[in-house]
């Protein structure tokens, strides 16, 4: 059955459970999806979306049987999807176009059709406020890095502009293969904000990414500007950091490990699960697609290391019946480096 137009929002996410305080609407290319399965002659389309998004499928769906020949389908993956590491291999086998929204591309491919839906809502009021509550005046201070999230990445030269435009003179670069756009940073690595700058504006949503950002450059002052929920505030490292090293503290007691390869195609760090468990006679490789407290706990181990994706580890750990522990706090854990080396965990590279 389709989906009455009337009764779905237009990208609307407010009625997703989404605490937000500007409405915000996509534009899905939908052109750009009909001329590729026109020129492939394609006769199955999959849709893949974040878990933010996932509700917009149907419509989206429905949107595109209007625009395309009867005799081709349209498929929605269900496979959880937290970035474009996060990929749904198996659909992607089975379709002659895969589309993936929410995320610019971390590898280019022909197979893959990237929409990363760019945010509508005005970032430069909460800019000003960040210039007036956080940052350092440019007569005290002129050198700021910027940064931003796929999602704004459309206003980051205006962002740039605006900064100059006022005194400052404003870092930016891009920071390795990982990264599509120069100032973006990802929940799982920020190189772009390696800048030869004090003082750091991160403009997007949530305080994920800025948190990983001053876990992994301790000397900058980090500002948030967040644009969807209109505050401004400062990253705080000082209760993750505490709640990081309870997590290493309690796995300093274990005696057998669990080492988690994560299977999907963008997340997976061979060589260092490899390592560990060739060092550690009471290691056991564990390869999985999907990381959850309730996989984990039949294993009965006593303690876990995640190579797969760092927000596994760092987002949900509190939610599991053992210590989640990342690669570089695995060896505070067993005494092969201090405690005082603990970090933030990054991932660099593509697959």
Not at 255 to 271: N, P
Not at 308 to 326: A, E, S, V, Y
Request: aromatic content about 8%.
């Amino acid at each position: 059955m389709s989906h009455d137009s009337s009764e779905r929002p237009d990208g609307d996410l407010r009625n997703t459970g989404m605490s937000l305080r500007h409405d915000r609407k996509w534009d899905y290319e939908l052109d750009r999806i009909t001329e590729a399965v026109a020129e492939r002659d394609a006769e199955t389309v999959g849709l893949q979306f974040p878990e933010g998004l996932k509700r917009r499928g149907p419509g989206v769906a429905d949107d595109l049987r209007e625009l395309l020949p009867d005799n081709v389908s349209v498929m929605i993956s269900g496979q959880p999807c937290y970035g474009a590491c996060d990929l749904d291999t198996y659909m992607m086998k089975r379709t002659d176009v895969f589309v993936h929204f929410g995320h610019s591309p971390m590898k280019e491919s022909d197979r893959i059709i990237y929409v990363p839906l760019f945010s509508n809502v005005d970032v430069f009021p909460i800019v000003d406020q960040a210039l007036e509550d956080e940052l350092a005046p440019p007569e005290e201070d002129p050198d700021v890095g910027l940064v931003t999230t796929a999602q704004h990445m459309n206003k980051f030269d205006e962002m740039r502009e605006y900064l100059e435009e006022r005194g400052y003179t404003v870092h930016v670069r891009r920071g390795d293969e990982r990264l599509t756009n120069e100032g973006q940073v990802l929940g799982c690595n920020y190189a772009s904000a390696d800048v030869d700058a004090e003082q750091m504006l991160y403009v997007g949503g949530g305080k994920f990414h800025p948190l990983g950002l001053a876990m992994e450059h301790p000397e900058k002052h980090v500002v948030i500007a967040d644009p969807v929920n209109n505050a401004v505030s400062v990253a705080d490292t000082e209760k993750f950091m505490k709640q990081r090293y309870a997590t290493v503290h309690k796995a300093m007691d274990a005696d057998s490990w669990g080492v988690i390869f994560c299977t999907k195609i963008g997340q997976g760090r061979w060589d260092q699960a490899e390592e560990i468990v060739e060092n550690n006679e009471n290691a056991y490789l564990i390869t999985m697609d999907e990381v959850t407290p309730d996989r984990l706990r039949n294993f009965g181990l006593d303690a876990y290391v995640n190579t797969g994706c760092p927000r596994i580890t760092t987002d949900d750990g509190p939610q599991f019946h053992k210590p989640m522990l990342t690669p570089g706090e695995y060896k505070i854990a067993i005494g092969e480096k201090p405690l005082d080396s603990l970090e933030f965990d990054t991932f660099h590279g593509t697959w």
